[in-house]
C-alpha cells in the first residue's frame, strides 16, 4: 500500500477513534448524575420507556430514549416495581437498580381510631396522599366486594380500626379490602359460637357494637351498656341512644340540640322514635366494643336487669329502675 494511502488510512480510523470516544463520551453524560432530587410515581405497568419518560422530566435523567435502551437490553424494563420514589439524580445505572429492587418504594402508615365514620377515614387517606373520594365512593356502593355478612348498603361498621401500611399507589379497592381482612380476621371460630348462641348475626353485632363504641367513655364501661341495650331489645323498648341521632343527621353529638327538634327526625337511624337497632353500623367499632357485646353485664349483684345508663362527670351510673334513674339524674346534676 502506498506510504500516502497508510496515512490517509491511520487518519480515518483516528478519526473514527475519536467519534467514538467523543460519541461514548456524550453518551456517559447523558446517563450521567445530574445531581436533582425529585419525588417521582412510576405507574403499575409502566413500560421502561413510560417509566424512564417520568425519569426525564423529573430531571433525573437526560435522556429518556437512551436510559429505555438500556433498560430493555440489560432485561431490567420487565424487572420495573412501580410506586412513589424519592430518588437522587445519581445516573442512569443507579436510578435503573432503584426501580428494580434496590429502593422500597415509598408507604405510608395510617392509624384509624375506633368509632369513626368512613367519612373520618376517607379524610386521613386523602391527607395521606391517597384517593379518600374513591375510598368513600367504593364504603358506599361496594358492589361485588360486598362481604355476604353486610346487611345494610355500605361497609359503615365493617373497616376495622387498626394501624395500616400502604404503598402510595394503593387503590381504593386495596385499601378497603385490607380492612375488611382485617375484620374478618375477628370472626374467630370462638366468635362465631357465641354469635350463634347470642341469636346474634354478623350485621346486629357490628350495628350494636358501633353504638357501644360511641355512647362509652371507656372500654371498662362497654360491657355494662352492651348490657343495657341488650335488656332493653329483648324487651321491645327503644335504645334511645344519642349517637344514632347524630348519625342520622350527619351531626357530633355536641352538635345535637334538642330545642332544635334534632330527637324527632324521621329516620331509621333515630332510636328515640323507632324501637330496634338501626339500619345498620353508625361507625367503626373496635375489639373492645365488638366483644363487649357478646360479653355483657346484664344485672346488678341482686340479677335486676340494667335498662338505664347515664355519664356525669367522667363516670357511668346504671340503673334496672325508671324512678330511680330519674333521681340519680337529679341528684348528679344538680349537686355542686
Known sequence: MPEGSRRWLWRGVVALFLTFALLLLYALWLLGPTGKEALVRIPRGATGAEAARVL??????????????????????????????RLRGEGAFRLA???????????????????ERAVDYARRLSGAGLDGEGFLRLVEGPGALKPPYVEGKTLEGYLFPATYTFDLLATPEEVVRAMLRRFEAELTPPVQRLLLERGLSVHAWVTLASIVEKEAGSAEEMPFIAGVFLNRLERGMPLQADPTVAYALGKRLPELSRPAGDFQVDSPYNTYRYPGLPPGPIANPGRAALLAVLNPVRRDERGRPYLYFFHARGRLYLNTDFEAHLRELRQRYSSP
Open 56 to 85: 426525564e422530566e423529573a430531571g433525573l435523567l437526560r435522556s429518556g430514549h437512551l436510559f429505555s435502551v438500556y433498560l430493555r437490553f440489560s432485561g431490567r424494563a420487565k424487572r420495573i416495581v412501580p410506586g412513589v420514589y
Open 97 to 115: 437498580r432503584a426501580l428494580t429492587g434496590g429502593e422500597k418504594p415509598l408507604s405510608v402508615t395510617l392509624t384509624f381510631p375506633e368509632g
